[in-house]
T-cell receptor
Framework: DGGITQSPKYLFRKEGQNVTLSCEQNLNHDAMYWYRQDPGQGLRLIYYSQIVNDFQKGDIAEGYSVSREKKESFPLTVTSAQKNPTAFYLC?????????????????FGAGSRLTVL | AQTVTQSQPEMSVQEAETVTLSCTYDTSESDYYLFWYKQPPSRQMILVIRQEAYKQQNATENRFSVNFQKAAKSFSLKISDSQLGDAAMYFCAYRSANDKIIFGKGTRLHILP
């Protein structure tokens, strides 16, 4: 079945350590997204990528980094520079097409990764 | 920059009744897309309904419908015949022409039996 796989589901990190969250999709979607979810804050966009080897900062990119070397994969690294990394992280993907129907396609989400900093 | 505002952090509705969730947004774009997503306790995000800004007709999906007021930049969600399974967080989302997608802070909907 096609979908998005995020791993690990739960992750614990000591302060000062970098950690990488995996996101893989087999939907042949061009665009991929990373969001952070905190209570009362909704989903906040960290990074997104419309195409391989290209990505854009979202609203809260500081302390995070991403790569898009393959269409299927969009890993997120939470660096030690991120001051409050404990959160629920959601990866999503979407088709992307220029033209009048661009944007009509919806996000498909992974099940999320819960990161806790000890 | 675009923003999405959901002014109701929580709402409650009696089972079988109708409820409307509010969403307003701010943008200078003319071509964009709006969505409502649902997040049940499992935390798996699910699309409820979508609306293209160039369409004047309001979108409808079974018991879910929207009231899209482009000039007022308002995009409310109406749930008819509320069911226990509708209890969830509901998020309004905006997709811009450059594929950036932002969300509001959400409204937690409680269904009272």
């Amino acid at each position: 079945d096609g979908g998005i796989t995020q791993s690990p589901k739960y992750l614990f990190r000591k302060e000062g350590q970098n950690v990488t969250l995996s996101c893989e999709q087999n939907l042949n979607h061009d665009a991929m997204y990373w969001y952070r979810q905190d209570p009362g804050q909704g989903l906040r966009l960290i990074y997104y990528s419309q195409i391989v080897n290209d990505f854009q900062k979202g609203d809260i990119a500081e302390g995070y980094s991403v790569s898009r070397e393959k269409k299927e994969s969009f890993p997120l690294t939470v660096t030690s520079a991120q001051k409050n990394p404990t959160a629920f992280y959601l990866c999503a993907s979407s088709t992307w097409d220029r033209g009048i129907m661009a944007g009509a396609n919806v996000l498909t989400f992974g099940a999320g990764s819960r990161l806790t900093v000890l | 920059a675009q923003t999405v505002t959901q002014s109701q952090p929580e709402m409650s509705v009696q089972e079988a009744e109708t409820v409307t969730l509010s969403c307003t947004y701010d943008t200078s774009e003319s071509d964009y897309y709006l969505f409502w997503y649902k997040q049940p306790p499992s935390r798996q995000m699910i699309l409820v309904i979508r609306q293209e800004a160039y369409k004047q007709q309001n979108a409808t999906e079974n018991r879910f419908s929207v009231n899209f007021q482009k000039a007022a930049k308002s995009f409310s969600l109406k749930i008819s015949d509320s069911q226990l399974g509708d209890a969830a967080m509901y998020f309004c989302a905006y997709r811009s022409a450059n594929d950036k997608i932002i969300f509001g802070k959400g409204t937690r909907l409680h269904i009272l039996p």
